[in-house]
């Protein structure tokens, strides 16, 4: 069967098996949920759902529940492999950010054909945000009064990104964030990471400054804010092989020249993946750092205690946030919030981390000169 | 097999049908009882309020095989071939789809020709706004003046997308949002028809999630509907959208009003935690804010509220509590927060800095920060005073605390000879010495004798209730003369009492004159004003025998 792939998404699978069984099936839904939790499988797996030969006997004969995809029968296997005549996959064409309104008359023009093999014909369109402007006014009309049989599944991060004009025209299906239990079984494959002896062995000091395993999948869990993708990406070497190192800036950030951390960065974040992929690595730094102060933010204001990021670090935050106010804590991760957007408008990204690392370290001395000044 | 969605099912067929559109519909049925109908209209508004559903009953009044009438049969081919967009002399456009010229130049070919069994040829161009500029300028000359059997119907959602040159050629008619009673009836109506059981606050609710699009609102209730399994609640519909209970919205704005951060993080994580839609949350939170706003400004007004059936008492605490500079800052504080998130990560972590900032915000109104200005002007330039009038010799070592007090002095009413007794107990008027000279004055009128030992005196403030009077150290004869005689003592402190009224407590010492026998710039000063009380005097008498007049009071 294979809403079972889908996982977590009880609301989703529970909610669209309850419309088919009752034949009250729409003709247009929105998927939309965070990044990576499975809304492109899932528009996959209830396609197959529909389109599977098997689905009404199984039912009845104790099999797998009613309405879902058996996996062996010849349209299930179809569309799995992609082949499915009646099942059209939209999304950006390659080497395109967006979805053109030529991909959408071409949607168009096949949604008044007859189906091929099903009773239906399913156009999934992945990413509906990304459509132009054109085109998705293009599609308003097919999308309100489709011919019958037409099934429309649009995916997309937020409601918000796309046009109330389309909303309108659409069920709305939520999805939701994995939980970190889940993520952590997706990426160990089940397997728990305890702390390991080695790092029990340190001092406190030591070990404070230092991530040990546990502590690192459990930030990158904790970070990827239940979307497996960014999860994964958490765990690259080029960025698990510098966070010790990475992590000791942080406690240095008063004494160490802004200018060479500026240059550290940049070394882990090497040419050689190109532009795109250099900016996404300076993001996942940056997003570290944004964390660690998020944090310090948080034990500020309301001490330790769950949610925090770098749980295992709470003993150190005591010292470090003495001499920052909540305030400057606040315009900290602002300035942190803007760096990142800067990587985002085409910045000089030696200048944008120069001008962050400057301003972090002056913060510091700031609060420290101040102190001084009133004792 | 097809299931046809509430919205489809329910489109309006006939005028009375449509919902919320009063004005419109009146004019176009009056049109076609008067046979006045132009031969092209635009009809421009928000989504989901009835512009193709109008369109197509225009086209049906006009076509319906029982003649013109402003309310069609529904029964006749014609009607229903309308209804279901297959009409052979209805052409509905796809703007959108069709957008170019060379759709626009077929279309013109074709317009000559006559309708193939209904009087009219009615063009229903849906999602004008989307025609290129190239399409819209072919059809200009077509517009103005098209062949008697030929009607135009817009329909655009963004009328100011359409050329001027099309704009000036249509009647416009401009739909509104539709109100959430009338929303909340057609959905009552839908319900009673489909023996669907909701309850009426869980179609409040989705009238207001709606946002006034009834095509979003009826979206909305089929989904609950196909969903659910006996009654369409509240919580099935927030349920269903990721919102929060309007509790939990009001909780953390409580949060923020006793500026209880830990609290509001813990709200906004739990919210999180339970799988809630954040930038639901957000907009929930800003719409209450809003509402919240709304109140402070113009007083509680239900019709005004984006939630009218919010508690009222709760609201009008709230807003009592937040001043309408926070809750601006508030509003657009979380404003930006959606603005910026680029993914999950950002959101919560923006989330939680706003929610940090909004718990710490407390802006005062901009009148109050004026007049607290203003306040300290005042003070500042009663020190300015102070230091300039009350000796530079007194204040040189540097005594802050005089200075402190004075500036606490100022919060009295000036000067006045009569300070209210009740009100101010014991304040001081800012200008010491201005009351000395009042008190050398009254002492020169009732008891020349005392005030010969006091004339090159002055007074000091020492405390709340104590005041100094000091002597030159060249004369401490007097200061003994007056610490040892208790009853000169007793003159000068009437006297005091007198002018300030309350009765200080009075204590004596020495100042060092610069050079002895020389008088000091303050004591010139209180010499010149009461030795000047007579010549003063004197002058106005000169005046009035100068010109002849007299002294009017």
Same mark, same amino acid.
């Given at each position: 069967m294979s809403f079972r792939r889908v996982i977590s998404q009880t609301h989703a699978v529970s909610y669209f098996q309850g419309v088919i069984s009752r034949g009250r099936l729409g003709h247009a839904y929105v998927l939309y949920g965070p990044e990576g939790v499975g809304k492109a499988l899932f528009a996959r797996e209830l396609t197959k759902a529909l389109f599977c030969q098997t689905k009404g006997e199984a039912s009845t004969s104790g099999? !797998? !529940?009613?309405?879902? #995809?058996?996996?062996?029968c010849n349209p299930c296997r179809k569309v799995d492999s992609g082949m499915h005549p009646d099942l059209h996959w939209v999304a950006p064409l390659e080497g395109k950010r967006s979805i053109g309104i030529e991909q959408i008359k071409e949607l168009e023009d096949r949604a008044y054909l007859k189906p091929l093999e099903a009773n239906r014909r399913v156009f999934v369109l992945e990413? #509906?945000?990304?459509?132009?402007e054109e085109a998705s006014n293009c599609l308003l009309k097919t999308l309100e009064e !489709?011919?019958?049989?037409t099934l429309f599944l649009l995916t997309t991060t937020s409601t918000h990104s796309l046009r109330r004009t389309i909303l309108s025209r659409c069920q709305m299906v939520r999805f939701q964030s994995l939980p970190t239990e889940v993520v952590r079984g997706l990426i160990d494959g089940g397997r728990p990471e305890g702390p390991s002896t080695a790092d029990s062995a340190h001092p406190p000091e030591v070990r404070l400054r230092r991530m040990s395993g546990a502590n690192l999948a459990d930030l990158s869990l904790q970070l990827s804010c239940g979307s497996l993708g960014r999860a994964t990406k958490l765990r690259e070497e080029r960025v698990t092989s510098h966070i010790d190192r990475f992590l000791e800036i942080l406690y240095e950030l008063k004494s160490v020249d802004s200018f060479s951390i500026t240059q550290e960065l940049m070394e882990w974040c090497p040419?050689?993946?190109?532009l795109e992929g250099r900016r996404s690595l300076l993001r996942t730094w940056l997003d570290l750092l944004l964390a660690y102060y998020r944090d310090m933010l948080l034990y500020k204001v309301r001490g330790g205690g769950p949610g925090l990021f770098y749980g295992g670090f709470v003993p150190s935050f005591e010292t470090r946030t003495r001499d920052l106010s909540v305030d400057t804590l606040l315009q900290i991760l602002e300035d942190i919030a803007n760096a990142t957007e800067g990587l985002y408008s085409n910045a000089n990204l030696n200048l944008l981390l120069d001008n962050l690392f400057l301003r972090l370290a002056s913060y510091g001395k700031l609060t420290g000169n101040r102190r001084r000044g009133f004792c | 097999m097809t299931y046809t969605v509430f919205a489809r099912k329910y489109r309006p067929q006939t005028f009375e049908e449509v919902v919320g559109q009063e004005a419109t519909v009146t004019t176009l049925r009056n049109a076609i009882a008067q046979g006045r109908v132009a031969h092209a209209y635009l009809f421009a508004g !928000?989504?989901?309020?009835g512009k193709t559903s109008i369109a197509r009953i225009l086209a049906k009044c006009l076509n319906c095989q029982q003649g013109t009438t402003d309310s069609p049969c529904d029964k006749c081919d014609s009607c229903r071939c309308i209804s279901e967009g297959r009409d052979l002399d209805v052409i509905e456009i796809d703007g959108a789809s069709n957008r170019g010229i060379d759709e626009v130049r077929t279309l013109r070919e074709n317009i000559k020709y006559l309708p193939s069994r209904s009087r009219h040829k009615v063009y229903i161009i849906d999602? #004008?706004?989307?025609?290129t500029k190239e399409a819209f300028n072919a059809l200009l000359k077509t517009l103005e003046e098209p062949p008697p059997h030929v009607k135009f119907f817009f329909a655009t959602t963004a009328p100011n997308k359409l050329p001027e040159t099309i704009l000036s050629r249509c009647q416009r008619f401009d739909f509104k949002n539709i109100s959430l009673e009338d929303i909340v009836n057609r959905l009552q109506q839908i319900t009673k028809k489909e023996g669907i059981k909701a309850d009426e606050e869980a179609l409040r609710a989705i009238a207001r999630y709606a946002r006034g699009g009834l095509r979003d609102s009826q979206s909305l209730l089929d989904q609950l509907w196909a969903f659910s399994e006996g009654t369409v609640t509240v919580a099935d519909v927030q349920g269903l959208l990721g919102a929060v209970p309007e509790e939990g919205v009001s909780a953390l704005v409580e949060r923020f009003i006793q500026k209880d951060a830990p609290g509001a993080l813990k709200i906004v994580n739990e919210t999180l935690k339970e799988g809630k839609d954040w930038a639901t949350f957000i907009d929930q939170t800003l719409w209450y804010l809003r509402d919240l706003l709304v109140v402070s400004t113009c007083g509680y007004d239900q019709g005004l509220l984006e939630n009218p059936w919010r508690e009222a008492q709760l609201l009008k605490t709230q807003s009592q509590a937040l001043s309408q500079e926070t809750l601006m800052a508030m509003i657009q504080t979380l404003t930006e927060v959606k603005r910026k998130a680029r993914d999950d990560f950002q959101q919560k972590v923006f989330l939680e800095m706003a929610v940090v900032k909004l718990a710490m915000m407390d802006f005062r109104p901009l009148s109050e920060v004026l007049s607290r200005l203003e306040e300290l002007e005042k003070r500042a330039s009663a020190i300015g005073y102070l230091q300039s009038a009350a000796g530079n010799q007194e204040t040189k070592g540097g005594n802050p605390k005089a200075i402190r007090m004075a500036t606490e002095v100022t919060n009295s009413p000036s000067a006045g000879e009569t300070p209210a007794r009740e009100k101010i107990q014991y304040s001081l008027p800012k200008d010491i010495g201005g009351v000395w000279t009042q008190v050398l004055e009254r002492l020169h009128r009732e008891k020349p004798s005392t005030w010969s030992y006091l004339k090159e005196g002055r007074l000091r403030q020492d405390g709340e209730q104590e005041l100094v009077l000091e002597f030159p150290n060249d004369k401490p004869f007097r200061k003994k003369y007056l610490e040892t005689n208790d009853q000169e003592r007793a003159v000068v402190e009437e006297c005091l009492a007198g002018v300030l009224g309350w009765r200080p407590r009075l204590k004596f010492a020495l100042y060092e004159r610069a050079a002895p026998g020389e008088a000091t710039p303050k004591d010139a000063l209180v010499e010149k004003k009461v030795v000047g009380a007579t010549p003063d005097k004197g002058l106005a008498e000169k005046a009035v025998d100068l010109f002849n007049g007299q002294i009017q009071k």
């Open positions: 099999g !797998p !529940p009613a309405n879902d #995809a058996c996996d062996v990413d #509906a945000d990304k459509m132009t !489709p011919p019958p049989g040419d050689t993946t190109g | !928000p989504r989901g309020v999602e #004008a706004h989307m025609l």
